[in-house]
């Protein structure tokens, strides 16, 4: 019977990020997925000569977090194509850049990244419940900064409405931002494709002795007075449909697990856990707080922008859907995601979690969506090539708003159970989408070892 220090249950950014760490330090790690394929809620499939990412993703690390984590395990995450400014959609204007929409008083704009920079991370702690204005209107009213704040956290930090982002969240990222990069956001494509991303991370899992198992489902993992003992890994192939309790035990006495919470508890018995904290699960694993939108592949034979096509674009509200969203030309920043002589082009149109299994709301919104998107890139009219997938099953996350981040999120180490962790985007983590779910992984896999590791410095932890 197979025995490990460490079972990792998901092979995306935080499960391969805490097994090559793990590996790297010397433990007997294990990392399952019960996909085919790497790279978990990021992942990139081959489709008929394309190249789809499944969560229309960009790198949000500036170089403490993901970056660091490849060169801890002897990798290198190459910064690729990168985004500096930001084109946006007025339903009366149509397309301007944010440096139009900007056009306040940049000593205005200066207090506020200064204050930004002089407040500590722990303070911002204590703004988990407020909006991102509240935060800014201490420093000023100037609407033209509240405008450039707001309009990047469209693009990073998504809720249903606009508007109402977190302060604490938005605010860690930026603050990162301006310290590290001297900008206000950053925004890359993985050097070496997102396929390449989770390859090289799994070959530092197995370089380091670290042992990976696709195609495999954990059914649950087996605690016993209130100690974890391994993971059940049912037996396959499955001859019944209805085939139940036929399973593996594999012995462990840690496992990390990188489910979303709206999955966690299909493999952790909920009364192993105290009431109080399968409650706060069970909150926030609301269709209603779900990160979700109608992600849309568009390929075309020639550029549709009149602007360079690297360039992340957002909009508060479509002609008729009223969704926020974005798009990016994805053969721009990677070549070979598309056949030669065509232009692959990936977008999404947010919309409340509580729609996403009303079939016929997603439909009529796809559609008309889709119209909104010929009306503002004409060069859509007729593409060459069409993909439509919903981002909700599973989704990108839990919406940051107000009461819904930091401290109002379950606690990656599991209450009452010694050994059992969740290094997910979706407990308590900062950051922006593959990047948050690396540092959550990281702070999980430094609390299991009880100690911090060099490589990622004094830098905030969460």
């Known amino acids: 019977m197979a025995k490990y220090d460490v079972v990792v249950i998901g092979a995306g950014a935080a499960g391969l990020t805490a097994g090559a760490l793990l590996a790297k330090e010397g433990r007997r790690v294990l990392v399952t997925d019960r996909s085919p394929w790497l790279g978990g809620r990021a992942m990139a499939v081959p489709d008929e000569g394309f190249k789809v990412n499944i969560g229309g993703h960009l790198i949000e690390d500036p170089g403490s977090g993901l970056t660091k984590v490849f060169e801890h395990v002897g ?6 194509e990168v985004s500096h400014e930001m084109p946006i959609w007025d339903n009366e204007k149509g397309w301007g850049s944010v440096r139009d929409r900007y056009s306040g ?5 200066k207090k506020v990244i200064k204050a930004l920079l002089d407040t500590p991370y722990e303070e911002l702690d204590r703004w988990d419940d407020r909006c991102l204005r509240d935060w800014i209107h201490q420093y000023t009213d100037d609407q033209g900064v509240v405008d450039l704040f707001e309009f990047i956290s469209v693009l990073e930090c998504m809720t249903d409405n606009w508007y109402d982002h977190s302060a604490s969240d938005n605010l860690y990222v930026r603050k990162m931002h301006f310290a590290e990069r001297g900008t206000a956001a950053y925004s890359c494509w993985p050097g070496q494709g997102w396929d390449g991303l989770w390859d090289d991370l799994a070959d530092a899992l197995r370089q380091h002795g670290g042992e990976l198992r696709l195609g495999t489902t954990v059914e649950r993992v087996v605690i016993e007075n209130g100690e974890v003992k391994g993971v ?16 593996e035990v594999i012995e462990t006495s840690c496992v990390i697990s990188t489910l979303p919470v709206w999955n966690v508890l299909n493999v952790v018995d909920e009364h192993e856990l105290p009431e109080w904290y399968t409650a706060q699960i069970r909150f926030l694993a609301q269709d209603r707080f779900r990160i979700s939108w109608l992600g849309l592949y568009l390929a075309t034979e020639e550029p549709v922008t009149h602007y360079d096509p690297r360039e992340l674009a957002t909009w508060l509200e479509t002609p008729s859907t009223n969704c926020t969203g974005f798009m990016f030309d994805q053969s721009a920043m990677d070549p070979s995601c598309s056949p030669p002589g065509t232009h692959l082009h990936v977008m999404g149109a947010i919309i409340p979690g509580s729609k996403g299994r009303d079939r016929r709301y997603l439909r009529e919104t796809f559609e008309a969506f889709e119209r909104d998107v010929a009306t503002m890139w004409p060069g859509f009219e007729k593409p060459i090539w069409r993909r439509r997938h919903l981002v909700f099953e599973p989704s990108f996350g839990v919406i940051q708003m107000p009461g819904l ?6 606690h990656w180490r599991a209450p009452n159970v010694d050994g059992l962790y969740f290094a997910s985007e979706t407990f308590r983590s900062r950051g922006i989408g593959t990047d948050r779910a690396a540092r959550a992984a990281l702070t999980v896999v430094e609390d299991y070892l009880g100690r911090r590791l060099a490589t990622f410095g004094d830098g905030w932890r969460y």
């Open 75 to 80: 990798k290198e995450l190459v910064h690729g």
């Open 105 to 109: 008083n940049k000593a205005e704009l």
């Open 232 to 247: 059940a890994i049912p037996r396959e192939p499955r001859v019944l449909p209805n085939e139940i309790f036929e399973e």
């Open 405 to 410: 981040v930091g401290t109002y999120r379950p």
